[in-house]
């Protein structure tokens, strides 16, 4: 089982503060993925990153996918309370579309 | 974009009754789609690969008999949960691959089941 352990797992921040979460794993992924969920809907992709040493930005939110391609972070700068949400990382292996899902930060921003 | 809906968003039944959810790829083909359950604040869970023309793959927990999967055509997959009780109640989310060739995934909008 791969395993992608992502942390925190809640968190609670005031409107305009910086934030990172990590998603952590022991095996190789080809690709890792960060999705935003709302509550009541589907995840909706933010990102792919692909290359080891990869750094994407997405307006505030930079991701980075580690050079060794086992972990990755998103970083939010000045965190708005539209930010909050469930936060999900997933690593995928090869070209199997079966993707290994963190356990999600739920963040919340409070204005 | 490519768009996938699932129907219906919410459905309210009697402990013992089967459920129907449908998995639609609108404007492109699926030979593959995943089906998902999520508790509340949590992540989801991977319950099965649904392949076009032959049987779902399920995840190891996972009752193949209670989660029947139907993949019949390249745009829809079923997922029904057949004698339901209290215990599946659960958001239930497909995902189908865009055929991008870069593991992305597009999800549906969820089926809430509340089973009475």
């Known amino acids: 089982t791969q395993l992608l352990e992502q942390s925190p797992q809640f968190l609670s921040i005031q409107e305009g503060e910086n934030l990172t979460v990590y998603c952590n794993s022991s095996?190789?992924?080809?690709?890792l993925q960060w999705y935003r969920q709302e509550p009541g809907e589907g995840p909706v992709l933010l990102v792919t990153v692909v290359t080891g040493g990869e750094v994407k930005k997405l307006k505030r939110l930079t991701f980075q996918f580690g050079d060794a391609r086992k972990d990755s972070s998103l970083h939010i700068t000045a965190a708005q309370p539209g930010d909050t949400g469930l936060y999900l990382c997933?690593?995928?292996?090869?070209?199997?579309?079966?993707?290994?899902f963190g356990k999600g930060t739920l963040l919340t921003v409070n204005p | 974009g490519a768009v996938v809906s699932q129907h219906p968003s919410r459905v309210i039944c009697k402990s013992g009754t089967s459920v129907k959810i449908e998995c639609r790829s609108l404007?492109?083909?699926?030979?593959?789609m995943f089906w998902y359950r999520q508790f509340p604040k949590q992540s989801l869970m991977l319950m099965a690969t649904?392949?076009?023309?032959?049987?779902?793959?399920?995840e190891q927990g996972v009752e193949k008999d209670k989660f029947l999967i139907n993949h019949a055509s390249l745009t829809l997959s079923t997922l029904t949960v057949t004698s339901a009780h209290p215990e599946d109640s659960s958001f239930y989310i497909c995902s189908a691959d865009r055929g991008s060739g870069a593991n992305v995934l597009t999800f549906g909008a969820g089926s809430r089941l509340t089973v009475l």
């Open positions: 997933a690593g995928a292996r090869g070209s199997n579309y079966k993707l290994t």
């Open positions: 649904s392949n076009e023309g032959s049987k779902a793959t399920y």
């Open positions: 095996s190789v992924f080809s690709s």
């Open positions: 404007d492109f083909q699926a030979t593959t």
